[in-house]
């Protein structure tokens, strides 16, 4: 059973940056594409990024494309995410997770979530 464990949250000034990390257990991360989502307080949650296998491909969401960049290190089992020019609309808890397409949609592969890590981008 895989397990997330998402760290690296903060309270952050508007503009600011913060990396996020998520570490994932099991001994074929390396095979799977991964990603980030996350979910505002009283809305559902959304897709943030997603990175291939190997790394070579990103993928990102409209709102944050330009300001968000998706990482991994296979040989650590953790997917990151570098957080720049933040602003008050990114607050929310953020998730990592396996990422599957579905009608080019990106979704979370996995059912079970790990707790997530809160950020909070002050005005």
């Known amino acids: 059973q895989v397990q997330l464990v998402e760290s690296g949250g903060g309270l952050v000034q508007n503009g600011g940056s913060l990396r996020l990390s998520c570490a994932a257990s099991g001994r074929t991360f390396s095979a799977y594409n991964m990603g980030w989502f996350r979910q505002a307080p009283g809305k559902e949650r959304e897709f943030v990024a997603l990175?291939?296998?190997?790394?070579?491909?990103?993928n990102y969401a409209d709102s944050v494309k330009g300001r968000f960049t998706i990482s991994r290190d296979n040989a650590k089992d953790t997917v990151y995410l570098q957080m720049n020019s933040l602003k008050p609309e990114d607050t929310a808890v953020y998730y990592c997770?396996?990422?599957?397409?579905?009608?080019?949609?990106?979704?979370?592969?996995?059912?079970?979530w790990g707790q997530g890590t809160l950020v909070t981008v002050s005005s």
């Open positions: 990175i291939s296998w190997s790394g070579g491909r990103s």
């Open positions: 997770n396996r990422v599957t397409v579905v009608a080019g949609s990106p979704k979370n592969a996995l059912d079970a």
